[in-house]
């Protein structure tokens, strides 16, 4: 049995209403924790149901990060869009860096969802590491993250790795050109969310996504003061009340 470190459960808040139910799904080494406030904000503000998962080796140790795959991750979103599917009239994928890719995946995939918001997806990284990684896997295992927390993030309960587990970020890299390939064919509502201050991924991410969604009612929304955890950052609610905004419209 694998253990899960406390601060990365997974969480499931119901709502009062049987209508609509948000999947939130979380970055890249991360866990469900950095999606939380996001998921009371929308509980608030939609009396929905908010289902943060836990994906396929997150949550405990890098190694185990390291022996899954994209696919994994996805059949771990898709398993629990079908369960909400199946319980709620309306259902929406909203992720997070990575997450943002699989809830974008799930709408290229999944044609009875309702919307798809996606926030600071790595389509454009800013380290050369990234692009590295494949290579890279097989020298070492691990990339050590910089030391220094972000500042935002001080205090905050976030269990995420402090390595990027090498193999796992070659596979991500394979999920991003899946994505690029098929992007052109989404034509599920979408929204796009990119902070301007992301320490990790190029805010040109979304330009490069938006020329390319012509399928799909596209909305697209800047965050002038937030880094990449966004979802944590100084207008964690202007984030929320806009992805609020969208589900309602």
């Known amino acids: ?115 798809v918001v996606s926030i600071n997806a790595p389509i454009i990284n800013r380290f050369q590491i990234t692009n590295l990684a494949p290579v890279l896997q097989w020298v070492c295992p691990y990339f050590p993250k910089p030391k220094r927390q972000k500042p935002y993030l001080q205090g905050k309960k976030r269990f995420a790795y402090d390595v990027y587990p090498l193999k796992a970020l070659s596979s991500m890299l394979e999920l991003r050109q899946l994505i690029k390939k098929e992007i052109s064919k989404l034509n599920v509502p979408t929204l796009l969310i990119q902070s301007q201050q992301d320490e990790t991924v190029a805010s040109r991410s979304l330009e490069w996504l938006s020329e390319r969604i012509t399928q799909a009612p596209l909305a697209v929304m800047r965050l002038e003061k937030s880094g990449h955890i966004a979802t944590m950052g100084p207008e964690q609610e202007l984030l929320a009340s806009r992805i609020a905004q969208f589900i309602n419209s």
């Open 1 to 115: 049995m694998i253990y899960i470190h406390p601060q990365a459960e997974p969480f499931y808040i119901a709502g009062g209403s049987s209508k609509k139910a948000v999947l939130l799904i979380h970055g890249f080494t991360a866990s469900p924790s950095e999606m939380y406030p996001l998921a009371e904000t929308l509980r608030e503000k939609l009396d929905c149901t908010v289902s943060g998962i836990l994906l396929p080796g997150h949550g405990s140790h890098p190694r185990f990060l390291n022996r899954t795959t994209w696919k994994e991750w996805f059949n771990a979103v898709q398993g629990e869009l079908e369960y909400l599917l199946g319980h709620y009239e309306q259902v929406y994928a909203v992720g997070l860096s990575m997450g943002g890719l699989l809830a974008i995946y799930a709408g290229l995939c999944m044609h009875h969802l309702c919307g």
